[in-house]
């Protein structure tokens, strides 16, 4: 592989009769034009970009400073975003990336039946993202109020006493969450037509003091999106202590995979 | 309720939304230069002071997605 080649990163697979014009104007992650490699009634979305780059050595180098991969990742989402507008995509994993044309002609034509398939699965519909928070002292409050109870204070003993209070407390609280976000999933999966709980993020990233207690994803019907979003505003109308975030449209990075990552 | 869109200027929400997506969703094809495991284990280590997990708050059923190569 010559350092000074190039390669053709692939963004998503598309149906051919859908893709006319779909990728005009569209730049991607090197800053190169979007074009289109069809084959077997479908059409791959692409871009050549310099191997001194996205090469399997500099790859590796590069994808482990946040920088370039928030950059990259945001201009992959960002091809595919645009594409997923005015097509059906199955969206493909970030950094794949082909030695030529020919080649990917030949991954479109040996997984056609499952692209085929993928793109059944997302025709019609968006990824909606759903957190919940939860303020374990609110919870807590609203579990079991536990006041201090007076000339406790001075003792060690009274303060091991408290302690073990507020500990249990937090279980507690940790339980009624748990339960909280078993219940929000549940009530959002009939307004879906599927739906994932992924693991949650740090608190630290989010900036929150408050718990993640749900990180759903949920494949939704375009058509149905303003119910979804009418059932999670009416959600956190009945739901005390716990805060929800809507995150998307997002193309079906969730759920296209489904039927292929097998 | 708050709405954060993916081309929201809130970075720190957004970018962990956004790799879990790009990155730990996608159909995962074999390219020609592709990421092995070992690459992605190294992409999340690197990341590991930013994103983890509170997973005990899971439940160990079927519809937790821990699949392709979401951040645990």
């Given at each position: 592989?010559?350092?000074?080649?190039?390669?053709?990163?692939?963004?998503?697979?598309?149906?051919?009769?859908?893709?006319?014009?779909?990728?005009?104007?569209?730049?991607?992650?090197a800053?190169?034009?979007?074009?289109?490699?069809?084959?077997d009634?479908?059409?791959?979305?692409?871009?050549?970009?310099?191997?001194?780059?996205?090469?399997?050595?500099?790859?590796?180098?590069h994808?482990?400073?946040?920088?370039?991969?928030?950059?990259?990742a945001?201009?992959?989402?960002?091809?595919?975003?645009?594409?997923?507008?005015?097509?059906?995509?199955?969206?493909v994993?970030?950094?794949?990336?082909?030695?030529?044309?020919?080649?990917?002609?030949?991954?479109?034509?040996?997984r056609?039946?499952?692209?085929?398939?993928?793109?059944?699965?997302?025709?019609?519909?968006?990824?909606?993202?759903?957190?919940?928070?939860?303020?374990?002292?609110?919870l807590?409050?609203?579990?079991?109020?536990?006041?201090?109870?007076?000339?406790?204070?001075?003792?060690?003993?009274?303060?091991?006493m408290?302690r073990?209070?507020?500990?249990?407390?937090?279980?507690?609280?940790?339980?009624?969450?748990a339960a909280?976000?078993?219940?929000?999933?549940?009530?959002?999966?009939k307004?879906?037509?599927d739906?994932?709980?992924?693991?949650?993020?740090?608190p630290?990233?989010s900036?929150?003091?408050?718990?993640t207690?749900?990180n759903?994803?949920?494949?939704v019907?375009?058509?149905?999106e303003?119910?979804?979003?009418?059932?999670?505003?009416?959600?956190?109308?009945?739901?005390?202590?716990i805060?929800?975030?809507?995150?998307?449209?997002?193309?079906?990075?969730?759920?296209?995979?489904?039927?292929?990552?097998? | 309720?708050?709405?954060?869109?993916?081309a929201?200027?809130?970075?720190?929400?957004?970018?962990?939304?956004?790799?879990?997506?790009v990155?730990?969703?996608?159909?995962?094809?074999t390219?020609?230069?592709?990421?092995?495991?070992?690459?992605?284990?190294?992409?999340?280590?690197?990341?590991?002071?930013?994103?983890?997990?509170?997973?005990?708050?899971?439940?160990?059923?079927?519809?937790?997605?821990d699949?392709g190569g979401?951040?645990?």
């Open positions: 592989m010559s350092i000074d080649g190039v390669g053709i990163w692939l963004y998503a697979v598309t149906a051919a009769e859908s893709a006319g014009g779909v990728v005009d104007g569209l730049s991607g992650v800053g190169e034009k979007i074009r289109l490699v069809a084959g009634g479908l059409a791959a979305i692409v871009g050549t970009v310099p191997l001194r780059e996205f090469g399997e050595e500099p790859l590796r180098r994808l482990e400073d946040l920088d370039w991969l928030a950059t990259k945001r201009a992959h989402d960002a091809v595919i975003s645009a594409v997923a507008r005015s097509a059906a995509v199955v969206p994993t970030m950094a794949t990336v082909y030695l030529d044309d020919e080649r990917v002609r030949a991954v479109l034509a040996a056609h039946r499952e692209f085929l398939a993928a793109l059944d699965r997302v025709t019609g519909r968006d990824e909606l993202g759903v957190k919940a928070y939860a303020d374990p002292s609110t807590e409050s609203r579990d079991q109020p536990f006041q201090q109870k007076s000339g406790e204070r001075r003792s060690g003993t009274a303060y091991l408290k073990k209070r507020e500990l249990s407390s937090r279980e507690r609280a940790y339980r009624v969450a909280e976000a078993e219940r929000l999933h549940a009530a959002l999966l307004h879906a037509v739906g994932k709980r992924k693991p949650a993020s740090d630290s990233l900036g929150r003091d408050s718990w207690v749900l759903g994803t949920y494949l019907a375009k058509s149905a303003g119910d979804f979003r009418k059932a999670v505003a009416g959600l956190q109308e009945t739901t005390a202590g805060e929800l975030e809507i995150t998307g449209p997002w193309p079906p990075y969730s759920f296209a995979g489904d039927v292929m990552n097998e | 309720m708050t709405e954060v869109l993916p929201d200027n809130n970075r720190r929400i957004a970018l962990v939304d956004l790799l879990d997506r990155l730990g969703g996608g159909v995962v094809i390219g020609d230069i592709t990421l092995s495991i070992a690459d992605v284990d190294l992409v999340i280590v690197s990341l590991r002071t930013l994103i983890s997990s509170v997973g005990s708050l899971l439940p160990d059923d079927d519809d937790y997605d699949g979401g951040f645990v």
